[in-house]
């Protein structure tokens, strides 16, 4: 069975940083789609930033540009997304995601809809106080 399990989340200060892990078991991270979702509390879970693993392309939410970078390491089957200049608005449970599909057409553009997506980690929790 496909286990995506997510690391690195912990609480930190306005204007810190953090790196969050995605290691996958069962599934391999070539010429998929996958990436990272965030859910704070009384809000829906919402898209921070995509990647196809077969070519790089990434996706990010416009509010996330500049500030979060998604990345892969097929070497260690793990996708990360490196969190910058957090703000308390950032605070939420991060979830890793996978699709089921593999893309031999090409290139391809990983969207932001949660249906996309097949495979999903436990979360881990990302703190920003002011």
């Known amino acids: 069975q496909v286990q995506l399990v997510e690391s690195g989340g912990g609480s930190v200060q306005a204007g810190g940083a953090l790196r969050l892990s995605c290691a996958a078991s069962?599934?391999?991270?070539?010429?998929?789609?996958m990436g990272w979702f965030r859910q704070a509390p009384g809000k829906e879970r919402e898209a921070v930033a995509t990647i196809y693993t077969g070519g790089g392309d990434r996706y990010y939410s416009d509010s996330m540009k500049g500030r979060f970078t998604i990345d892969q390491d097929n070497a260690k089957n793990t996708i990360y997304l490196q969190l910058m200049s957090l703000k308390p608005e950032d605070t939420a449970i991060y979830y890793c995601?996978?699709?089921?599909?593999?893309?031999?057409?090409?290139?391809?553009?990983?969207?932001?809809?949660?249906?996309?997506?097949?495979?999903w980690g436990q979360g881990t929790q990302v703190t920003v106080s002011s």
């Open positions: 069962e599934y391999t991270i070539s010429r998929k789609c």
């Open positions: 995601a996978a699709g089921a599909r593999n893309y031999y057409g090409g290139y391809t553009t990983c969207g932001s809809s949660i249906s996309q997506y097949a495979y």
